[in-house]
T-cell receptor, first 117, second 109 residues
Framework: GAVVSQHPSWVICKSGTSVKIECRSL??????MFWYRQFPKQSLMLMAT?????????EQGVEKDKFLINHASLTLSTLTVTSAHPEDSSFYIC?????????????FGNGTRLTVT | GQNIDQPTEMTATEGAIVQINCTYQ??????LFWYQQHAGEAPTFLSY????GLEEKGRFSSFLSRSKGYSYLLLKELQMKDSASYLC??????????FGQGTTLQVKP
């Protein structure tokens, strides 16, 4: 089946620093990847859609200058949390569809737990 | 806009059957998905409905009524390992998958 790999699994950083999270589709190509954020005991909130070779599209309320997304190849998307603050501490999860078309399921990476101190 | 509602918590007994309901209002509809998520882990895909009716997959079944904006996930022969959050998610016209708040299911012996 489709495998999405996310790295790192967890990271602790100091306030004001930047953190990069990588999302890879291991056995398929993904022109589109999706980044979600999940706070404790809450559901997944879509942050942005990452498009290979073009700019990401962000959901309302998500700061594009703070959450930088780069999708330079068909198998890799990165999310950089810039100037992180404690309120950015969350579980970040990427996902991708193995097949094109909105009817195919999203496959999720294992997530990255970010803690900003 | 999109609105997806499901109960926050449910409790059931090992070996029993439980039904988790989901109602939705979306701009366009391209499919409804159910995911399972254990604490601290990423969601895993359970089932998908695009047409009305019941889809069965082993112990899990999912039902959809598009006219009513309603779906349910049915779990049979509950096992302790089924204790998890169950997320209802809908794809609308944009292709984005939007999640409900999730239902935390606790299976008791």
């Amino acid at each position: 089946g489709a495998v999405v790999s996310q790295h790192p699994s967890w990271v602790i950083c100091k306030s004001g620093t930047s953190v990069k999270i990588e999302c890879r589709s291991l056995d398929f190509q993904a022109t589109t990847m999706f980044w979600y954020r999940q706070f404790p005991k809450q559901s997944l909130m879509l942050m942005a859609t990452s498009n290979e070779g073009s700019k990401a599209t962000y959901e309302q309320g998500v700061e594009k200058d703070k959450f930088l997304i780069n999708h330079a190849s068909l198998t890799l998307s990165t999310l950089t949390v810039t100037s992180a603050h404690p309120e950015d501490s969350s579980f970040y999860i990427c996902s991708a569809r193995e097949e094109t078309g909105v009817n195919s399921p999203l496959h999720f990476g294992n997530g990255t737990r970010l803690t900003v101190t | 806009g999109q609105n997806i509602d499901q109960p926050t918590e449910m409790t059931a007994t090992e070996g029993a059957i439980v039904q988790i309901n989901c109602t939705y209002q979306t701009s366009g509809f391209n499919g409804l998905f159910w995911y399972q998520q254990h604490a601290g882990e990423a969601p895993t895909f359970l089932s998908y409905n695009v047409l009305d009716g019941l889809e069965e997959k082993g112990r899990f079944s999912s039902f959809l009524s598009r006219s009513k904006g309603y779906s349910y996930l049915l779990l049979k022969e509950l096992q302790m390992k089924d204790s998890a959050s169950y997320l209802c998610a809908v794809t609308g016209n944009t292709g984005k998958l939007i999640f409900g708040q999730g239902t935390t299911l606790q299976v008791k012996p």
